[in-house]
């Protein structure tokens, strides 16, 4: 169908809704972080005096949002480096069918369903000093410590957010391992195939796509995961687990720092475009059926 | 695919229509008679009997005045700084808000709320009525005072009588030295001398203010933060010494919030609780210790000292508890305050505290109480309440405290306070400190 007969304008209603549900807070965000703005100014937010960006000079050299994205960044990159082989071999296991498949599967989906909110909540009791954790630990005769605090929080938080995050990767596995066409299996096994080599060669490049777009959706929902880490740590946020969202939190409604904070909040934006632009680049998400020609339009 | 296409258009329409609707709907005002708008926390440990009271006042209202009001409530104060926040940007919302005491100096900063004048407080009954500690943290000199205390909720501590009498103490320590003295008697067999929350958002400053400024050091002076001094020091060293040096605490605490505390005090593992309300009444009542504590107020004598130093301040808590504030942009400023007058009325006040345990401001209705022993200390303490100090960057002073023994917890497991990590945290804490005092206007 050529371009100009196509029925455009009832894309007017989505559009109206990006432009007033992302385009303008957007903008608006981007206008905060180059201005001054706090409790003495926010009132009359609009004449805060600006200050270009200073924000963003703050925010990297002294606000300890550098330390921050290194934080979000590095534990963001280990779950999601974890649970990708748990999710990939959990969907293989229940792949076939064998009695209690469909419970296993629920099972699997409890992580999943639960809100953070819960979730931290419920860790939060786990690991306390006191706690079960270190309770198991010490019939094992290891002091498990602190994990609320210090070092040890910061693997708190990846172990936390594993076991919340890894079905995510399973559903999306599975999606894939659902779209392997059995004629393929059977041919595989015709051929000789042992497992690893039909794993290898016929089921995991089936599994690229739903997997790819599953790790980077993992990681942008840990880097900016904001729940978790306030429920387990709490605010003022021990100092090895001060994640960008977090900070960013603090700086807006304990320092009433709105500027800065929204300044923060650009940076974590650059942060999760990167993969993203990656990612769309690589499965060329943006491109219509009918050609490149769309996509370079884009 | 067309159908779907349809279906997507019209729902997205539906839904933008939802959403403007939703923008203009809040217009604060019904039919004939007048509606004013209270926001006010969420009561959690008495939800049924907060509706009923939001009935009793919306009746008792019409009833005088012709006009209705209409309660909202808050369940954190990150919610009612949203509302706040929404609020003041947009010019509507809430006539008035109950706010807690140590907010009011940011919410007086943003400029956003009536400041009182004599012919005001006249409309309110007089200033007079009020108890003066209450009335200390209204605003920042009395001509610019924008609110009006609602309730008080001093702080005290709680001592388990059982414990003190089976370890020969007979009354609780009035200098920090000595309550660290009986806590040592008191920690035996598995109980500890004192529960304390170090875990918690908000508990710890609380301690290092009250101890900095029984030594004569109010932590913030004409826009000066003065937190890196040998007072503050000798406050924390104290506070963190608690656990890691005097092993009076469970040292589970690392992890505890103020209900930890509560808990553990009401299953008898602790024999002291500082840093608490009357509102702990109705967990402790409840527990194993029930009838076998009393509240008393917590020291007044800073750490290092037998008496009080000159320029020490003789503040047993800070003054805590709600304030009313009437947003500028109401369009019913006379009904407000007939409102407001209401609900610090003495009869009002003494409802309220029957009902929520919240002690009243009104001299009148709170001198009524004095004769219950059961809340001697906390009207003791309730008068000699000293206020925090008066500045918009008052959050960022509190959670800079915090973040001192946030930032010292790790360490305390080596028994032992690292005296240069903490001169490191609070060389941090003053610096941030004195950026948002800098930032203050």
New interface residues.
């Given amino acids: 169908m050529p371009g100009r007969h196509r029925?455009l304008w009832?894309?007017?209603?989505?559009a109206?809704?990006t432009v007033?549900v992302i385009v303008v807070p957007l903008a608006v965000a981007l206008h905060i972080s180059l201005l001054d703005l706090?409790?003495?100014s926010?009132?009359q937010?609009v004449r805060a005096p600006f200050v270009g960006l200073a924000n963003y000079t703050e925010a990297v050299r002294a606000s300890g949002a550098v330390h921050a994205i290194v934080l979000s960044t590095s534990y963001a990159a280990i779950v999601t480096v974890v649970t990708l082989p748990i999710g990939v071999a959990a969907a293989l296991a229940t792949q076939d069918r064998f009695r209690g498949r469909g419970l296993v599967r629920s099972v699997f989906l409890v992580p999943y369903v639960l809100p953070a909110f819960v979730v931290g909540t419920v860790w939060r009791i786990i690991?306390?000093?006191?706690?079960v954790a270190n309770g198991l630990l010490a019939r094992l005769g290891i002091d498990g410590?602190?994990w609320?605090?210090?070092?040890q929080s910061f693997w708190a938080l990846v172990v936390v957010q594993i076991w919340a995050s890894w079905p995510l990767l399973y559903l999306l596995a599975l999606a894939g391992l659902q779209s392997v066409d059995p004629v393929l299996h059977e041919a595989a096994a015709l051929d000789g195939a042992g497992w690893w080599d039909k794993l290898r060669y016929v089921i995991f490049p089936h599994l690229r796509g739903p997997v790819g777009l599953a790790v980077i959706i993992a990681f942008l929902h840990n880097i900016n995961n904001f729940t978790l880490p306030f429920v387990l740590f709490?605010?003022?946020?021990?100092?090895d687990v001060e994640v960008l969202p977090v900070l960013t939190y603090?700086e807006s409604?304990?320092?009433?720092r709105f500027g800065l904070s929204a300044a923060m909040a650009v940076l974590s934006l650059v942060l999760i475009a990167i993969p993203l632009a990656g990612y769309l680049r690589a499965v060329r998400l943006d491109v219509g059926q009918d050609g490149v020609d769309q996509g370079s339009r884009a | 695919m067309t159908a779907k296409r349809v279906v997507s258009a019209l729902s997205g329409a539906i839904l933008l229509a939802s959403t403007l609707a939703g923008c203009g709907s809040d217009s604060g005002s019904t039919g004939g008679g007048e509606t004013l708008n209270v926001l006010i926390g969420a009561n959690t440990i008495y939800p049924e009997e907060q509706r009923k009271w939001f009935d009793d006042i919306s009746a008792r209202f019409e009833r005088e005045s012709g006009a209705t009001v209409r309660f909202e409530t808050f369940a954190t104060p990150n919610d009612e700084l949203t509302k706040i926040q929404t609020s003041v940007l947009s010019g509507q919302g809430p006539d008035i808000y109950a706010i807690g005491t140590t907010f009011t100096p940011t919410v007086y900063a943003t400029g956003a709320f009536l400041e009182l004048t004599p012919d005001d407080w006249t409309k309110l009954g007089g200033r007079d009525r009020f108890l003066p500690a209450t009335l200390g943290i209204s605003g920042p000199d009395r001509e610019h005072e924008v609110g009006v205390p609602f309730t008080t909720r001093p702080f005290v501590m709680a001592y388990n009588r059982e414990l003190l009498a089976a370890a020969g103490i007979d009354k609780p320590a009035e200098s920090w030295d000595g309550l660290r003295e009986q806590a040592k008697r008191l920690t035996t067999g598995g109980r500890y001398g004192m529960a304390v929350a170090y875990a918690d958002s908000f508990d710890p400053w609380k301690f290092v203010w009250a101890m900095s400024l029984q030594a004569g050091n109010p932590l913030v002076s004409d826009g000066k933060a003065r937190l890196d001094e040998p007072t503050v020091r000798d406050a924390y060293r104290t506070y963190l010494g608690w656990l890691a040096t005097d092993r009076v605490v469970d040292p589970a605490a690392v992890g505890w919030k103020n209900a930890q505390a509560i808990a553990a005090f009401g299953a008898g593992r602790a024999a002291y609780l500082p840093m608490v309300s009357a509102t702990s009444k109705v967990t402790l009542d409840a527990s194993a210790v029930a009838g076998k504590y009393g509240y008393a107020v917590m020291p007044t004598v800073p750490p290092g000292a037998t008496a009080r130093p000159a320029g020490g301040q003789d503040a047993t808590s800070i003054l805590s508890g709600d304030n009313l504030v009437v947003a500028k942009y109401t369009k019913h400023r006379d009904l407000a305050l007939v409102l407001v007058k209401l609900l610090t009325s003495p009869d009002q006040q003494r409802t309220y505290y029957e009902t929520f345990g919240e002690l009243p401001t009104d001299a009148s209705a709170a001198t009524a109480l004095q004769a219950d022993p059961a809340l001697a200390a906390m009207v003791d303490s309730s008068a000699r309440s000293v206020a925090t100090p008066f500045s918009g960057a008052w959050s960022q002073v509190q959670l800079a405290l915090v973040n001192v023994v946030v930032q010292s917890v790790p360490g305390l497991s080596a028994g032992r306070v690292d005296e240069s990590r903490l001169s490191t945290l609070l060389a941090q804490a003053q610096s941030s400190a004195q950026a948002a005092l800098d930032k203050a206007k």
């Fill in positions: 029925p009832l894309l007017a209603p989505g109206v809704l007033l706090d409790q003495y926010f009132r937010w690991l306390q000093p006191d706690g410590g602190l609320l605090n210090g070092r709490g605010v003022p946020s021990p100092r603090v409604f304990q320092n009433f």
